[in-house]
């Protein structure tokens, strides 16, 4: 067991293109969440799903946002037409529903928009 | 929304002391996490409580559950070098809201050797 991956660590973009971030969970681990990092805040939820399913979302997600868990193991957030507001850190998370909140966070991926 | 007023917003100690934060909500939680987070790395989870007037620890750590559950607080005892870094609080208020937390602004914590 190796964590949580997330890949790319790092990603600068010109403002306007679209960019994509992938996300493997421990693999037992059922859910699966997207939390956005600004620098000197605390994440910030932006949405879950249990197995494939998206149970919840963050009105921070826009229409430009969209995350998808096809089989129910790894995961993909796609951010389109990026603006420069959208630089963070995405980190990605996973548990085991009913197992309390104790996620394991990955390392993140850091966007940079030019 | 939800938000979580984290106090201090940063600490700068000499190794061998103790530091205390605490983190304080309008709403109440049924869930407070803990968690530490190292530069350019993803947040490690410290303690979680679930209970109002829950006290647990973890090695030179304790935390405990507001019984308003509208607060927590987290000391660290005996400081060393290692504990720099980013610490945040977290919570959960079930319901709807079950699988989502919402952090703190975080205390950034430093510790002159």
């Known amino acids: 067991d190796t964590g949580v991956s997330q890949d790319p660590r790092h990603k600068i973009t010109k403002r306007g293109q679209n960019v994509t971030f992938r996300c493997d969970p421990i693999?037992?681990?059922?859910?699966l969440y997207w939390y956005r990092q600004t620098l000197g805040q605390g994440p910030e939820f932006l949405t879950y799903?249990?197995?494939?399913?998206?149970?919840?979302k963050s009105r921070l997600l826009s229409d430009r946002f969209s995350a998808e868990r096809p089989k129910g193991s790894f995961s993909t957030l796609e951010i389109q037409r990026t603006e420069q507001g959208d630089s963070a850190m995405y980190l990605c998370?996973?548990?085991?529903?009913?197992?309390?909140?104790?996620?394991?966070f990955g390392s993140g991926t850091r966007l940079t928009v030019v | 929304g939800q938000q979580l007023n984290q106090s201090p917003q940063s600490m700068f100690i000499q190794e061998g002391e103790d530091v205390s934060m605490n983190c304080t909500s309008s709403?109440?939680?049924?869930?407070w996490l803990w968690y530490k987070q190292d530069p350019g790395e993803g947040p490690v989870l410290l303690i979680a409580?679930?209970?109002?007037?829950e006290l647990t620890s973890n090695g030179r750590l304790t935390a405990q559950f507001g019984i308003t559950r509208k607060d927590s607080f987290l000391n660290i005892s005996a400081s060393i070098p290692s504990d720099v870094g980013i610490y945040f609080c977290?919570?959960?208020?079930?319901?709807?809201?079950?699988?989502?937390?919402?952090f703190g602004q975080g205390t950034i914590l430093t510790v002159h050797p």
């Open positions: 409580l679930y209970k109002a007037g």
């Open positions: 977290a919570g959960n208020a079930g319901g709807t809201s079950y699988g989502k937390l919402t």
């Open positions: 693999s037992e681990h059922n859910r």
């Open positions: 799903f249990q197995n494939e399913a998206q149970l919840e």
């Open positions: 709403s109440i939680f049924n869930t």
């Open positions: 998370a996973s548990s085991l529903a009913g197992g309390g909140y104790g996620y394991t």
